[in-house]
């Protein structure tokens, strides 16, 4: 790593590498959930991931980098953690499952948004205008899955897994 270009690439290849790996827990996890609320908000979080790998896939070929060039060993744990509390442990209570689920989905989505401030920041101190919109919207899609998972534990689920 060189210059701030180098490590704005390679850090869009952890991003898509982490989004890659958090989409296929993604859809289990949508499938594990019972409430019905969270199980659609989960659906089109995964679809929000296809977006934004699709939007960094394209950065990054811009770039003339490969978007396979980094594993996201960050992103690896997480989605582990994930299936471990929410996927492979044993729940009596569907509930508390999707809660579970929910404190697990936001955990990557955390690690997403961390990621997203890092390129937008690098690309904006580079001069690259239509990259920093893209990583924004890419944010804003984000953040707005993330409030909507707060508000269903917070009005919904949360309460149900108090017994």
Known sequence: MD????????????LYSADKQSLSVTKE???AATNPDLKAALKRGAEGVKEGMATIQALIETHDANPNGEHCKGMEGLVA?????????????????DASIISQY???THYALAGYGVVRAFAQRQGLKSDVV???ECLDQTY???REM???AETQVNAAALG
Do not use: C, N, P, W
């Not at 953690?81 to 442990?89: G, I, N």
């Open 3 to 14: 210059t701030l270009k180098d490590l704005y690439i390679d850090q869009l290849q952890d």
């Open 144 to 146: 707005g899955g993330d």
């Open 29 to 31: 996890l949508s499938e």
């Open 134 to 136: 893209r990583i924004q």
């Open 81 to 97: 953690e994930a299936r471990a509390h929410a996927l492979e442990e044993d729940f009596s209570d569907d509930d508390v499952r």
């Open 106 to 108: 936001q955990r990557m």
């Open 150 to 152: 707060t508000h269903i």
